[in-house]
Every structure is written in structure tokens, then in C-alpha cells.
């Protein structure tokens, strides 16, 4: 997998994305992998009426549980209690579920080129085939050992000063080595219309800060299954005193560690922008070289750069200072190793699982090698593959009904944000000119990535990762001088997902999440309300949660908010927090309200204005009863179905620490237990577990 940067400015439905450049593609003649999604036809006759399902997993409920103490628990317990989850996974459920067939819809596409011979050189169709091919090929993988990485470490071995130190940083990033420096191109964001140059603070081998620090059992014996790890991967690469080397490393990176900033520190848009002329670095930094790491960063023309982290990179600057060139180097010999290892040897990829995957996240076994092919070709070849799995599984009539969705959903959000009693009319006015900016992109882009360029060879796999990492690199610089590509698009098709970019102020939700149970086009309105659209609420809620409240319609970092409204939205804020900080995971452990703040505020705003949306599509009319439930019944079923999960205890526990997103339950039960039409819905009653005081429920927007 490439390397990217995570920047921070998108939110998606499931994880953090990193909204950076994906790689491009392009085809010059038409064969089926080049047949755009935008030609695609289909023959239509005489539309055919027929009865509308509730859309509800029957099957998946468990009616021994009341709704009104676990809700989640009663739609989905049936299945949280009957199904296991294999060994090669740490989580499945809904979204696992449309992953794993979208996989299997991609390998179908994958396997049909792979068994071709004689594909032209240079096609769509060779690059898919041939970077599939040299990832598969094992024997090929064992008999090369780490040659393939060690012009690499010649030239970490040629380092002969700290100024060659910065700029072997600056060069080798842009191919995957990890060191603390994480550069990216993004969207400006007091300049929406242009790109900036970004540093973002990175480093370390573990997902945190906290990782280094906590002296809790699990963490104590994590730390010390890294340093074996690090020894481990030292002996099978053949280099020398690693147990030596795994004490230098740990050292560097629990100092580098001290200096970064928390999550919740990172996730604030404001104190994130700090934007620095580059010849004023040197402030932050006494004897890094900074010309020398741009210049290799091929960025040598730039005259600022965002800071995310100002703290993170002076104390960096301390440590580089500090940390003699033999220190680095071994540092650098290990972040090269680890990043390549999954491309190497088996036993180094199975060494590389066994504490990344294992240790860390409770997965017992690895993923059947094909799956990690397709996730191969998905980062580096995603929107090739993207046109074909669109022309073969991705309906025009579903995208016109989501078209629709949208739009119902953005009448409701604004009649909300007329509604709301605690916000004046000047922010309200503000509020209407970002919502009717948003800009929805929906199923596949209308502009294919081109990736011409890239070369692909069936028996060098390191060099085909190097060379779309490179790549990639590249096509991110040109932005530089460019205006903002309002046609990019920072998922797959076949990503099961939806983000919201606060500065391009757009919502986008890939063809693969727009099935059941999201998106079912045989069932009735009622749960594709509370499915796929809190779906799009959620992402809608994101441009107003307490982060993409503080960009404009334009996609700007500029407060637009009145005084007195920008209080009283940061008193509901902290409610929710709160709430929040309540929900335990395990005995010993709880959410972070903080953390979490973004997403629970899209989480309840999504569910309140689909609702909104649905009860607006009825027009008046009662909802039709179906399978014995009325509408508003079935359409908060809809919601709680689709955060059916289960998920290893590890993972579970790493996604706490380190995920913006609260667990699958408590999106569930913390969202529903504020809206007053559920109480309704379902009789919730004080004394019922799931029961908050009226006064005490959130409400935003």
C-alpha cells in the first residue's frame, strides 16, 4: 500500500480519510476496462409494479430484548450472538459484508486479465494484470529476499552528514520510508481555490503517542512486543545488532512521541492552520535542513508551507539535533524495512502480520492472499478497476434515486436550520448559503484518473509500489500551480464508504456503499431513510459538526458564526461530549468524547434530518404498516441495522484509542436516545435504560 498522509480535512462515514491524491489512469483506445461508467446503457422496458419490502433483517433481531433498553441489541442480537468472526478477520457486519463482495466483484475483474496473455504493453489492462501477478508470485518474493529494497539502504548507508540526512528524508518519502516529517499536497484552507504544501507530524512504528506513555498491562507488553518485532525484522533482513538497533529505535521514537500532538489536539481545523514562509523555518528548527528536504521533495519553488503541529516539528528539530547520524540511520533501516515488508519474503510479511495484525489488533490469521492482491491493485490501479466494477454492478436508476435522496435531504437540513430556535437569523443566513454549496458526488467520478504513465512489470513488485508511490508524488506537486481539481475524487468506486471535504465542501458517496441495507431499491421508503439517508445526513452534518462548522460555503477557514450562536453551539457540543464520555466499551475503558465529537454531531444530525426527509416524503399521508411496523418504527430499524459489528476485542480497543468514530453500538444508542420521535416510535420510558431526560437530550441541528 502506498503511504500517504492523513491531513485530516475529510471525514467519512467509517474511518479518517485522507483526502490526498489518489493515482490517475487513462485509456487510448476503448476496451472494456476503458468503457467510462458515463457511457454505460442499459435497456429499459415497461417498469414492472411491485410490493415494496419493509427492508428489515428479520432474522438478525433479537425480540427477547426490549427496544427500549438496548436497541442495537434487540435489531441485531440475534447475529451479535450466533455468529463468530473468523480467524482472518477483527471485524465483520454490515459494511465488512458489502467490503468482502466488493472485493470478490473486484478479484472476478482482476482474475479475468490475469489469466490473459499477450495483453497489450502499456494498457489498462497489462498494469491491472501484472502488478496482480508480481504481488501473487511468492516464489518470485522468496528467491529475491530484500534485494529489492536494498538500493535503499545504500543510500541510507551513503548518509554522510545531516544535510544529506533532511534530503534523503525529502527524496525517500515520496516512495514510501517513513520518518517524522509526513509532507503532502492539500487544498488550501484560507484559500480554497489552491493548494498549499503541508508538513504533518509522523514517525512512529505504534498508532500513538499514548502507546509509548501508558503503563497499563496491555500497553507495557505492546511496547514490548515492538521491540521484539523490531529484532525479529532486523534478523530476517540479515542486519546486524538488532537487538541493539531495536533499543536505538525505540528510544528516537519515544522522544519523537513526547512532541506530538494528541488526536484530539490534531483534530482542531484552527490551531492546525499555521502557515509559514519557508525561509522563517528555522525558527521552529535550528539545524534541519530545510532546502535540502524540499528540494528533494521536488517542492523546491514553494515559498510557504502549513505546519500542522509547530510544537511536534520543535521538538522534532531538538531531536534531529540531538540524535547522532548512526542512530538515524538504523532508524531509517527499520522504517524502510517495515514499510516494504508486506512486498517482501513470507517470512518477513508474516512477521510483519504477527505483531501489526496479531498483537496489536487480534487478527489470528492473515487474509487470503488474493484479498491483500486486491487491496494492492485498489491503492495503486483503483479508479482503472473503478470504470469496469461501475459499468458491472453500479445501476443508473440507483444513481438518480440518489440524486433525489440529496436533494430531499438538503430541503430538509434547511428547514431545520430555519426551525432552529437557538440560532439568530445572520447565522442562519450563513448556514443556508453552505448547505445550497454543497456540491454531491455520487457513485463514480465524471472524470477517470489517468495513470498513463506508470509502469508496471509482472516480476518486479517493490519497483511497481516505488514507482506509483513516485508517481503519485509527482501528480500531487503539479497541483501546486494549478487551481483546486473539483473533479478529484479521494475514494475508489469500489470503496464501501462516503466522506465530506470541508474545503471543497463536497459530499461523496462511492457506488459500493449504495446497496442493502444502506440502499435497497426494492424496499420501502421508510428504511432507505434511515439507512442511506442518515448516511447522507451524516456527511451533510460534517460540514456543520464543531470542525466543518468552521469552514464557509467556499470551502475557507472563516468563522461565520455570531458570538452569542457560536457559544451556545459549543454548549450543545460539550453536552454531547459528555454524554459520550459516559458510554463504556469494556469496564475499563470509554469513549472519548472528544475524539469522537465530529462524528457522533454528523451521527445525530444525520438520523434528525433524514427523519425530517422521510416524514417529508410522505407528504401528508400515513406510512403504509409492512411486516406489522409503521413507518417510524422501520425507519429507525433501518438505522440501527446498518451499525450491526462485531469486532475483536484488540481492534476494538485499538479503534477507541485511535478512531474518530465511537464503536458500532453506540452510534446506534447514543444518537437515537436523543430524538424524541424514537421515545414514540418505541414507548421509551423514564426508568427504561435507554432513557434521557427531555432536557438532557441534544439537539443541534
Not at 307 to 323: M, Y
Amino acid at each position: 500500500m502506498k503511504a500517504t498522509i492523513t491531513s485530516a480535512v475529510c471525514s467519512s462515514l467509517l474511518l479518517i480519510t485522507a483526502c490526498t491524491p489518489q493515482a490517475e489512469n487513462s485509456s487510448p483506445k476503448k476496451t472494456a476496462l476503458e468503457q467510462t461508467a458515463s457511457e454505460q446503457t442499459a435497456e429499459q422496458g415497461t417498469p414492472v409494479k411491485t410490493a415494496l419490502v419493509s427492508g428489515i433483517e428479520m432474522a438478525n433481531m433479537d425480540t427477547n430484548s426490549r427496544p427500549q433498553d438496548n436497541f442495537y441489541q434487540y435489531i441485531n442480537g440475534n447475529w451479535l450472538d450466533n455468529t463468530q468472526i473468523p480467524d482472518d478477520k477483527t471485524a465483520i457486519g454490515s459494511f465488512y459484508d458489502l467490503r468482502d463482495q466488493a472485493d470478490e466483484d473486484v478479484n472476478v475483474i482482476i482474475e479475468e486479465l490475469a489469466a490473459t496473455k499477450n495483453l497489450t504493453q502499456g494498457s489498462d489492462e497489462q498494469k491491472v494484470a501484472d502488478i496482480y501477478r508480481s504481488f501473487m508470485d511468492n516464489d518470485k518474493r522468496n528467491s529475491l529476499g530484500i534485494k529489492p529494497i536494498q538500493p535503499i539502504f545504500e543510500a541510507i548507508n551513503n548518509i554522510n552528514d545531516k544535510t544529506a540526512l533532511a534530503a534523503f528524508f525529502g527524496q525517500y518519502q515520496a516512495i514510501g520510508v517513513g520518518n517524522p516529517l509526513g509532507f503532502y499536497i492539500s487544498v488550501d484552507a484560507k484559500k480554497s481555490d489552491g493548494y498549499a504544501a503541508h508538513i504533518w507530524q509522523s514517525g512512529l512504528g505504534l498508532p500513538d503517542k499514548d502507546y509509548y506513555f501508558n503503563d497499563t498491562e496491555r500497553f507495557t507488553e505492546l511496547r514490548a512486543g515492538y521491540v521484539a518485532h523490531i529484532e525479529n525484522m532486523f534478523k530476517l533482513a540479515g542486519l546486524p545488532n538488532g537487538k541493539a538497533a531495536a533499543k536505538t529505535i525505540m528510544d528516537i521514537e519515544t522522544k519523537l512521541a513526547q512532541y506530538h500532538w494528541t488526536k484530539v489536539q490534531s483534530r482542531d481545523s484552527e490551531k492546525r492552520y499555521n502557515k509559514y514562509a519557508v525561509t522563517d523555518l528555522n525558527q521552529l528548527t535550528d539545524e534541519f535542513d530545510w532546502s535540502a528536504y524540499l528540494n528533494a521533495q521536488g517542492a523546491s519553488s514553494i515559498k510557504d508551507i502549513v505546519i500542522n503541529q509547530p510544537d511536534f516539528i520543535e521538538g522534532f528539530g531538538d531531536i534531529f539535533a540531538q540524535t547522532s547520524l548512526a542512530d538515524w540511520k538504523t532508524y531509517l533501516q527499520f522504517h524502510s524495512l517495515s514499510n516494504f515488508a508486506s512486498y517482501l519474503t513470507t517470512e518477513i510479511d508474516n512477521e510483519n502480520f504477527d505483531f501489526y495484525s496479531k498483537q496489536l489488533s487480534g487478527r489470528n490469521e492473515q487474509r487470503p492472499q488474493w484479498k491483500r492482491g486486491v487491496s494492492v491493485v485498489n491503492s495503486n490501479l483503483g479508479e482503472v478497476i473503478g470504470k469496469v466494477y461501475v459499468k458491472k454492478h453500479f445501476a443508473p436508476e440507483a444513481k438518480q434515486r440518489m440524486s433525489e435522496l440529496v436533494e430531499n435531504l438538503r430541503t430538509a437540513y434547511g428547514t431545520s436550520i430555519n426551525e432552529l430556535e437557538w440560532m439568530s437569523a445572520d447565522t442562519k443566513k450563513e448556514a443556508q448559503v453552505k448547505l445550497a454549496a454543497f456540491t454531491p458526488k455520487i457513485g463514480y467520478p465524471d472524470r477517470w484518473e489517468d495513470y498513463s504513465e506508470l509502469t508496471i512489470s509482472a516480476d518486479d513488485l517493490v519497483g511497481n509500489i516505488i514507482r506509483s508511490s513516485r508517481l503519485s508524488h509527482e501528480k500531487s506537486l503539479e497541483k501546486l500551480s494549478e487551481p483546486t481539481r473539483k473533479w478529484e475524487w479521494h475514494m475508489t468506486p469500489q470503496t464501501v464508504n462516503a466522506y465530506y471535504s470541508p474545503t471543497a465542501n463536497e459530499i461523496v458517496f462511492p457506488a459500493a456503499i449504495l446497496q442493502p441495507p444502506f440502499f435497497n431499491m426494492a424496499a420501502d421508503d421508510a428504511v432507505n431513510y434511515g439507512a442511506i439517508g442518515a448516511v447522507i445526513g451524516h456527511e451533510m452534518g460534517h460540514g456543520f459538526d464543531d470542525q466543518g462548522s468552521k469552514y464557509d460555503g467556499e470551502g475557507n477557514l472563516r468563522n461565520w458564526w455570531t458570538e452569542q450562536d457560536l457559544a451556545e453551539f459549543a454548549n450543545r457540543t460539550k453536552a454531547l461530549v459528555e454524554q459520550y464520555n459516559e458510554y463504556h466499551v469494556f469496564d475499563d475503558l470509554a469513549i472519548n468524547g472528544e475524539l469522537t465529537l465530529g462524528e457522533n454531531i454528523g451521527d445525530l444530525s444525520g438520523v434528525t434530518i433524514a427523519y425530517k426527509a422521510y416524514q417529508d416524503s410522505l407528504n401528508g399521508k400515513e406510512a403504509p404498516i409492512i411486516d406489522g411496523l409503521t413507518g417510524d418504527q422501520r425507519f429507525f430499524m433501518g438505522y440501527a441495522q446498518v451499525w450491526r459489528t462485531k469486532m475483536v476485542e484488540k481492534s476494538l480497543r485499538n479503534r477507541v484509542a485511535t478512531d474518530s468514530h465511537s464503536p458500532a453500538e453506540f452510534r446506534a444508542l447514543g444518537t437515537l436516545s436523543n430524538m424524541n420521535e424514537f421515545y414514540e416510535a418505541f414507548d421509551v420510558k423514564e426508568g427504561d435504560a435507554m432513557y434521557i431526560a427531555p432536557e438532557k437530550r441534544v439537539k443541534i441541528w
